[in-house]
């Protein structure tokens, strides 16, 4: 069964930055597209980038020129590098291997103070 685990999430000034790891078991990495998902209040979970087993990236148009994806295919690991941070990216983040049902993992926290 895959499994995700999320990390590097925390608590930022706006402005500033963070990197967002996931690392994936149980699953062909290197045949995998890969998504970033957040769930900020009030608002459903949205996919916020993807990326193809190439690296072929995609964004989210209110993420798009500052946040950048990314994977390291040895490691099984995909990342989300978030820069100029905005108080409305305040939330949790998920990642999700691309058309492969599984369960969500437990996320990561980010909070942007303005």
């Known amino acids: 069964q895959v499994q995700l685990q999320e990390s590097g999430g925390g608590f930022v000034q706006a402005g500033g930055s963070l990197r967002l790891s996931c690392q994936a078991s149980?699953?062909?990495?290197?045949?995998?597209?890969m998504d970033w998902y957040r769930q900020t209040p009030g608002k459903q979970r949205e996919l916020v980038s993807h990326?193809?087993?190439?690296?072929?990236?995609t964004y989210v148009n209110s993420v798009r020129g500052r946040f950048t994806i990314s994977r390291d295919n040895a490691k099984n690991t995909v990342y989300l590098q978030m820069n100029s941070l905005k108080p409305d990216d305040t939330g949790v983040y998920y990642c999700?291997?691309?058309?492969?049902?599984?369960?969500w993992g437990q996320g990561t926290q980010v909070t942007v103070s303005s």
């Open positions: 999700r291997a691309f058309g492969i049902p599984h369960p």
């Open positions: 149980g699953t062909d990495f290197n045949k995998n597209s």
């Open positions: 990326i193809t087993e190439g690296g072929t990236a």
